[in-house]
T-cell receptor, first 113, second 114 residues
Framework: GAGVSQSPSNKVTEKGKDVELRCDPI?????LYWYRQSLGQGLEFLIY????????KSGLPSDRFSAERTGGSVSTLTIQRTQQEDSAVYLC???????????FGQGTRLTVV | TQLLEQSPQFLSIQEGENLTVYCNSS?????LQWYRQEPGEGPVLLVT?????EVKKLKRLTFQFGDARKDSSLHITAAQPGDTGLYLC??????????????FGKGTLLTVNP
């Protein structure tokens, strides 16, 4: 696609349920990033992929959070046993081999009720 | 450990005022980028600076990369309500081979009141 695509755009889930958030990066982009953003706040780094490997997953807040990337393309962020404090906008970004610019998706707004 | 520190975290000013936001690090970056995010949207690139001491201007916005390539500043002259948004800096460095990683600061949330 022309840009970074995230789905769903909005997700409301009950506390304790698992959710999967999807990111389709720009074709050919090797680097992929997941960030979390609470209302009116800045970016909180979660994980960075280079190809299919994740050399930096230091931002994942707990073992309920995991992410994978397959085929050097699509990435899925999974949150297990969701809690209300997981409510936020989850942003995905990708950049090419030279990393000149990161392109962000529109984000997935997750609400845990 | 936060590699890039942005300050201030929040800034609320009146239309017509000038402001400067800062992006500081103890690490050397090969490039420094500034992004702007409007409500409900993803961040969008404003500028990239790559040379120590480099200054770039974008209308009322002036971006500077520090001589040592560890810090940067964004200065806005005569701020307007349309400048309201989250301003993010991102440092780029080689992470092995031809791979390149961008590290983002947490951002400065700017509100310009009419």
């Amino acid at each position: 696609g022309a840009g970074v695509s995230q789905s769903p755009s909005n997700k409301v889930t009950e506390k304790g349920k698992d959710v999967e958030l999807r990111c389709d990066p720009i074709s050919g982009h090797t680097a992929l990033y997941w960030y979390r953003q609470s209302l009116g706040q800045g970016l909180e780094f979660l994980i960075y992929f280079q190809g299919n490997s994740a050399p930096d997953k230091s931002g994942l807040p707990s073992d309920r959070f995991s992410a994978e990337r397959t085929g050097g393309s699509v990435s899925t962020l999974t949150i297990q046993r969701t809690q209300q404090e997981d409510s936020a906008v989850y942003l995905c970004a990708s950049s090419g081999p030279r990393g000149k610019q990161a392109f962000f998706g529109q984000g997935t707004r997750l609400t845990v009720v | 450990t936060q590699l890039l520190e942005q300050s201030p975290q929040f800034l609320s000013i009146q239309e017509g005022e000038n402001l400067t936001v800062y992006c500081n690090s103890s690490s050397v970056f090969s490039s420094l980028q500034w992004y702007r995010q409007e409500p409900g949207e993803g961040p969008v690139l404003l500028v990239t600076v790559v040379t120590g001491g480099e200054v770039k201007k974008l209308k009322r916005l002036t971006f500077q990369f520090g001589d040592a390539r560890k810090d940067s500043s964004l200065h806005i002259t005569a701020a307007q309500p349309g400048d309201t948004g989250l301003y993010l800096c991102a440092g780029g460095m080689n992470s092995g081979g031809s791979n390149y990683k961008l590290t983002f600061g947490k951002g400065t949330l700017l509100t310009v009141n009419p």
